[in-house]
């Protein structure tokens, strides 16, 4: 008897050790694995930043454009593939978020002036001097990051194991070797130039002011501003339940039931200055579909004509969930704005507003003073690809990548069954923007 | 005999109108002693690059010109008469194809085609002028072809206009292309982050990811800002593969159309259940359910 238990203690040991063991050997083997796929990353972004330096210092002795167009061009790769790379360790973001910046916004300051160079416009004296202190700072990080990798190689030190690290709050932060030397780059970081030009990331993109101007509202006058927007002859409960705190545009935030309706909802922002709707979504289940396309955008059309928006035009549209969303542009003096968009989506069941969005014509919408075209339409249409089919143009006024406004001939054009739209720069000639247009089932989209 | 004189007065008039109206084409594209213009100017750059003539390239047909192409008509054995007529046309290369002053399509896609790649400034009118030829001998030579000014089949090839477009199938790109991949991976992040919800707060968890992607200190791609380590707790603890439902989807389509009810936010976090201690120090500019929303 007591040998039948004895064995029975053996065997089960004998099978939990197998078991723990391949646990652990299968645990090992995801670690390594998973380690391999950081050490790849670390080293390949080292190697981009070295490069990112010395494309930098080239850039100040090359003397032709076309191959400050390669250089740029390049740099503009290297970083973003840095930036990538950087941003998939496993490196507390508070520790690297500098760093991150710094390589986004070379990266994309390379890519504006790249296209500076092709349009002509050599790099100006203070762009040599800009380009010259981002070469220091690229060498610095380059410096470190290398003495980084060497001491890692020493210490045979792992990426894996900052992990544990970041998730467990008790251990010092600093104690690990990775995180000190990116602290100490992050620190250095935090003097680099502002760095303002035409592009996404450039700082002066977020301290842009909003054109939208009118007097302050209270928080008491936003319930009558939001029954009035709605303007169904229901009754409706207002809660208001909080504010958006941003300095771009402050908003109130409230939700909208409807009296004996538990289960509808309408959620509503609306702005501190001047007090307009900035966005709002209903939540309401949409039944059948029984409105046609062509009579959603005539109702969304109708809406916000009511609502004071006169002069939009419907862009495009996309059907989703039983709902219409249609982009209306601001129109004036024949000029398309693409800056002042308007969002409206309709429930194509009973034709009802279940969404609004104002934020692009409230932030750019301005009393323009549009000026005459310097490049004639039949100039532009020499720009235009002698294997497409093409339209005639009308002028738009489109926003650049850092938000600048240029006025452009829109040519819609075909080339087999693709459509696109190709904006030409009124002022320049140069070709601006391509978009290409892709006709779904559910809608328009462009791209 | 006064009749006799106003039939010859009469005939004269007439044979010298016929004449008149007739010496155009006899002597059409032929130069000689005095012509000018831009075809002149096209036989003397013709005739300086092949080291005949020594003057200035100003289109005034004057002794040296005469005395260049009679060199020429000497050297290669044609009728030395001074004047470039048909058979000292072929000899300099200069085919009437693409010579003529008068309106050619080929000539006004070649045109076009110099213009946007920077080597014709002119007008594009399809007359092929001296300023056809300079772009077109400027363009050939870049290209390693010979640069005799005629746009033939080499060089229609090297424009890319030659004739007929190519006759290859032609897969449209809408076929090529999904908004789905980006919709269904923000659907399972927002289902994975904020299934309990309200419906605003779904999107506004859409809208901080799609933020983060515009932001430098973020990663650049959606799938990217969404698998980032450390960034997400439904990504990290695996949440995210949950199959997400049709509000989730909705909130993704709604949010990836604008809408952001968040305006511009780039951090959320539960202060119920964050740990992380870096979070708190963010300013709060916003709450919606049970999340708190920061700028910076």
Not at chain 1, 314 to 334: E, R
Not at chain 2, 159 to 171: C, D, F, N, Q
Request: hydrophobic share 35%; glycine share 8%.
């Amino acid at each position: 008897m007591k040998k039948g238990v004895f064995l029975a203690l053996v065997v089960s040991c004998l099978g939990t050790g197998i078991w723990g063991y391949t646990q652990y050997q299968q645990n090992r083997e995801h670690n390594v694995f998973l380690e391999n796929q950081f050490q790849r990353m670390f080293h390949d972004m080292v190697v981009d930043v070295e490069n990112i330096q010395v494309n930098l210092s080239k850039i100040r002795v090359t003397g032709s454009p076309k191959q400050n167009v390669l250089l740029f061009s390049d740099t503009r790769y290297l970083c973003y593939d840095a930036q990538e790379k950087l941003t998939q360790l496993p490196i507390a973001h508070g520790n690297v978020s500098r760093t991150e910046k710094f390589l986004s916004q070379v990266g994309d300051l390379s890519a504006a002036l790249a296209r500076n160079n092709l349009e002509g416009k050599p790099l100006n004296q203070d762009e040599k001097k800009m380009i010259e202190e981002l070469h220091n700072y690229a060498n610095y990080l380059s410096q470190q990051l290398i003495s980084l990798q060497k001491n890692m190689a020493d210490d045979g030190m792992r990426i894996g194991e900052l992990r544990k690290k970041v998730n467990q709050q008790l251990k010092k932060a600093n104690e690990n070797m990775l995180t000190t030397s990116f602290l100490n780059i992050e620190e250095k970081m935090q003097a680099y130039p502002e760095l303002i030009y035409d592009g996404p990331f450039s700082e002066h993109t977020k301290k842009r002011k909003s054109n939208l101007r009118g007097r302050s509202v209270e928080k008491d006058e936003i319930e009558k501003i939001a029954k009035d927007f709605v303007e169904d002859g229901r009754k409706y409960e207002v809660d208001s339940i909080g504010e958006i705190g941003n300095n771009r545009m402050p908003a109130y935030l409230l939700n909208l039931k409807p009296l004996g309706n538990e289960k509808k909802l309408m959620t509503m922002a609306i702005t501190k200055t001047g007090g307009h709707v900035l966005w709002m979504l209903d939540t309401g289940k949409i039944k059948e579909v029984k409105i046609s396309e062509k009579q959603g955008i005539a109702i969304a059309q109708n809406f916000l004509s009511k609502k004071g928006y006169e002069n939009m035009i419907p862009t495009y549209s996309l059907k989703y969930d039983g709902q219409l969303l249609i982009n209306f542009a601001y129109m004036q003096d024949d000029v398309t704005m693409y800056t002042d968009l308007v969002k409206v989506k309709v429930a194509l069941d009973d034709g009802r507003i279940v969404g609004f969005e104002a934020e692009g014509y409230l932030f750019n919408h301005y009393k323009r003073n549009i000026t005459d075209p310097k490049i004639s339409i039949d100039e532009a249409k020499d720009k235009i690809n002698i294997y497409t089919e093409t339209s005639e143009p009308r002028l738009a006024i489109i926003p650049t990548e850092g938000g600048k406004e240029v006025l452009c001939y829109e040519f819609k054009t075909k080339y087999q069954e693709d459509a696109f739209l190709i904006y030409i720069n009124a002022e320049t000639g140069e070709e601006q923007k391509i978009l290409q247009i892709l006709i779904k089932d559910d809608g328009i989209l462009m791209l | 005999m006064r009749k006799v004189t106003i039939i010859t007065c009469v005939t004269l008039m007439i044979s010298f109108l016929i004449g008149n109206i007739f010496i155009d084409t006899i002597y059409a594209g032929s130069l000689s002693w005095g012509s000018r213009g831009e075809e002149v100017r096209v036989v003397q750059t013709k005739l300086k690059n092949w080291g005949y003539y020594t003057g200035n390239i100003d289109g005034a047909y004057g002794k040296k010109t005469y005395q260049a192409i009679v060199n020429f008509q000497k050297k290669n054995g044609l009728v030395v008469d001074g004047k470039v007529g048909t058979q000292t046309r072929k000899a300099l290369g200069m085919t009437t194809k693409t010579t003529t002053t008068k309106y050619n399509d080929l000539v006004k896609r070649a045109q076009q085609k110099l213009k946007q790649w920077g080597y014709y400034y002119g007008a594009v009118d399809g007359i092929y002028g001296s300023k056809t030829y300079t772009a077109v001998t400027k363009f050939q030579k870049k290209n390693g072809l010979k640069g005799d000014g005629i746009i033939g089949s080499n060089t229609k090839k090297a424009l890319g206009i030659s004739g007929k477009t190519a006759k290859e199938a032609y897969t449209p790109t809408s076929r090529g292309v999904s908004r789905n991949d980006d919709i269904s991976l923000l659907a399972m992040a927002i289902h994975g982050e904020a299934r309990g919800e309200p419906y605003v707060g779904k999107v506004a968890v859409g809208a901080v990811i799609l933020n983060r992607v515009k932001h430098p200190s973020f990663p650049n791609s959606i799938a990217s800002t969404i698998y980032q380590p450390g960034a997400f707790t439904a990504v990290d603890d695996g949440q995210i593969y949950l199959k997400p439902n049709a509000e989730s989807f909705k909130a993704a389509r709604d949010c990836l159309n604008g809408w952001d009810p968040t305006g511009g936010a780039i951090y959320y976090w539960n202060p119920a259940t964050s740990t992380s201690r870096w979070i708190w120090t963010r300013e709060v500019t916003l709450k919606i359910g049970k999340h708190w929303f920061a700028h910076e």
